[in-house]
């Protein structure tokens, strides 16, 4: 089993940062080869944000977040991270941590979830 626990989210202005983090740990973790994050906005499904591979580095991120969000992570620590600038107010959602085996924006790519932390900004 893997376990994600999400941790950083908070309630902000329109154009502050905000730095997600995710501790990823468990006996499996040495399979996943891909993290990502996810985010679910009130009435909405869930939907991409971002992900790294976790060996390669490479990323994908979803449209919107383009040039204001950036995906990393920390082997080391097992911490994988979303560092959120410029924010707007329709990026307020409880973000997600997820962890696979293929780097995809499909969420059905990813076994393993945390509980998620709530984000919130104002205009």
């Known amino acids: 089993q893997v376990q994600l626990v999400e941790s950083g989210g908070g309630a902000v202005q329109a154009g502050d940062s905000l730095r997600l983090s995710c501790q990823a740990s468990?006996?499996?973790?040495?399979?996943?080869?891909?993290t990502g994050w996810f985010r679910q906005a009130p009435g909405k499904e869930r939907a991409f944000v971002a992900a790294?591979?976790?060996?390669?580095?490479?990323?994908i991120y979803e449209d919107s977040v383009k040039g204001r969000f950036t995906v990393s992570r920390d082997g080391a620590k097992n911490m994988v991270y979303l560092q959120m600038n410029s924010l707007k107010p329709e990026d307020t959602a409880v973000y997600y941590c997820?962890?696979?085996?293929?780097?995809?924006?499909?969420?059905?790519?990813?076994?393993?979830w945390g509980q998620g932390t709530q984000v919130t900004v104002s205009s």
């Open positions: 997820a962890a696979g085996t293929g780097l995809t924006q499909n969420p059905v790519g990813y076994s393993y």
């Open positions: 790294i591979g976790w060996h390669s580095g490479r990323t």
């Open positions: 468990g006996r499996t973790f040495s399979a996943i080869s891909v």
